[in-house]
């Protein structure tokens, strides 16, 4: 396939925004990396989304409305980074706002219109990403390994990606070897305990989880979940976990303790791959906490590196990676597969939505 110019776009569990990124490729390499940037959602579409996730898939009868701003604001945020590049991409892959992910019932819901993207952009979109793979008996998460892979290139092998949202998962690579699972809590809880105590948004900068003592005991009966030991692959909603760990302890000791576990959710996750990486390169917002890298360089064998440290934008590598699976898709080639979903078969995701 000739390269196309895609542009991707998502936004996490934590809707802090919508990440765009522009990449040149043919769905195998990426040739060029193109403008990146996040904008916000509106404050009021940020607050519903997040009541919305909070709510859960009982309280359905407010989503219709709330894609409909999600959309909306998407393409305000889509039309604002092509004014400003000024390019016109060949296809816009677009992700949509995770609500609720529950793969032992095989559904996943991503809010948000792609035809009506297609429609008032006038251009291609590819959505509905993670459908087909869940049909095929996969969880349908994570789906960036296959663009992490891509991205190994010359690092030392075995290595693991590992991305910290408000969900943590990695990315085993050695060689054509590749294995992927959500590990456990990302940045959620800890963001969710900080906001909760009406500090910050976030432990920004790691300021609040670094100056607590981790709470030992509590750790330890974290890491007794059933999902740690689970075997991959395996997917989490952004509310598997829940604030009871650090249910009483103080803003600072609470916030280490839960930094500490996502660090050593992580490290217990070793025992699950097929050998010890020898370098984790760290992509998410988590990568920004210093206390989150530094508990995990203590807690893993490996070499922690932030992405960006080997010239991977750790901001848009989300975004790039949902342009790469349109690429793929467009192509004809495999955006999921076994060992990365658990499906029974490589998956062509995504589905061709084009202006009517």
Known sequence: MEPLTVLGTISGTSADGIDLAEIRTDGVQMQAAGAA???????????????????GPAARSGWKALSDVITEDHRNA??????ETGNRPDLVVFHGQTIWHDPSAGETVQLGDPQQLADTLRLPVIGDLRQADMAAGGQGAPLVPVFHQALAGTLRQPMCFLNIGGVANLTYIDGDHLLAFDVGPGNALLDDF?????????DRDGRWSSGGHVDVARLVVALTHPYFAQPAPKSLD???????WVEGMSLLDGAATLAAITAEAVARAVALLPKEPKLWIVCGGGRRNPTLMAELAQRVSGKVENADSHGIDGDALEAQAMAFLGA??????????????GAREPVIGGRLYRPS
């Open 37 to 55: 940037c996040t904008l916000p959602y509106q404050p009021q579409t940020r607050a519903a989304i997040l009541a919305a996730i909070a709510a």
């Open 78 to 83: 889509i039309a604002a980074f092509l004014d």
């Open 194 to 202: 900080v906001r909760r105590s009406g500090v910050d948004d976030f």
């Open 238 to 244: 952004r509310n598997a976990f829940s604030l009871k």
């Open 328 to 341: 793929r898709f467009m192509a004809g080639l495999p955006t999921s597969y076994p060992s990365t979903t």
